[in-house]
């Protein structure tokens, strides 16, 4: 079976600092991981997505996120928060052979304050 | 490209009514997919559809039906509404290519009120 945690529900930082999100998971095969981002009343936008071709991978908006084996960890993170960033975040995990085995995160919310 | 689309943007339903929530993709996608988002529970696969006339149920189906007559289209039916399914409905769609590092693009949602 596959899962992933949020380690956060609530997340708040001042703007200008950096921004740590994370996201463990649990899978017996290798797996796919997503970042989605999704602002108020807006649906699910892709910051970022592993696809093994290197453990740090860059997404939009500065948002970057290393995959850690040896942890079966997949943080996202950002040197330095803008206001626009507050939103909440998804990590996504995704069965490697088939499409239903798709699992979300329960979310974690981002603030950001002035 | 609209992307993926999806009507009504709200809708507010006595328990009991039935009705359809539309999502139509342009993007020539194989995969589609519905999800409703509960707070504190990140999103719920109720229905997917690996291509047009083939469904299948994902975590949470019941009380709800989909049909895939063509690829653009996957409609979501509530057969008999229930205040239990006040939620926030997504519509999703992806690629279907060799490995599985294909994203799903998703719609705007459908906030579903049940009275």
């Known amino acids: 079976a596959q899962s992933v945690t949020q380690l956060d529900s609530h997340v708040s930082v001042s703007e200008g600092t950096p921004v740590l999100l994370r996201c463990n998971y649990s899978?017996?095969?290798?797996?796919?991981l997503f970042w989605y981002v999704q602002h108020p009343n807006k649906g699910l936008q892709l910051l970022l997505k592993?696809?093994?071709?290197?453990?740090l991978v860059k997404g939009i908006n500065g948002f970057e996120a290393e995959f850690k084996k040896s942890e079966t960890s997949f943080h996202l993170t950002k040197p330095s928060a803008h206001m626009s960033d507050a939103a909440e975040y998804f990590c996504v995990v995704r069965y490697s052979g088939g499409y239903q085995k798709v699992t979300f995160g329960t979310g974690t919310k981002l603030q950001v304050i002035p | 490209n609209a992307g993926v689309t999806q009507t009504p943007k709200f809708q507010v339903l006595k328990t009991g009514q039935s009705m359809t929530l539309q999502c139509a993709q342009d993007m020539n996608h194989e995969y589609m997919s519905w999800y409703r988002q509960d707070p504190g529970m990140g999103l719920r696969l109720i229905h997917y559809?690996?291509?047009?006339?083939?469904?299948d149920q994902g975590e949470v189906p019941n009380g709800y039906n989909v049909s895939r007559s063509t690829t653009e289209d996957f409609p979501l039916r509530l057969l008999s509404a229930a205040p239990s399914q006040t939620s926030v409905y997504f519509c999703?769609?992806?690629?279907?290519?060799?490995?599985?590092?294909?994203?799903?693009?998703f719609g705007p949602g459908t906030r579903l009120t049940v009275l």
């Open positions: 592993y696809t093994s071709a290197a453990t």
């Open positions: 559809s690996v291509g047009a006339g083939i469904t």
């Open positions: 999703a769609s992806s690629r279907r290519l060799a490995g599985d590092y294909n994203e799903q693009f």
């Open positions: 899978s017996s095969y290798s797996p796919s």
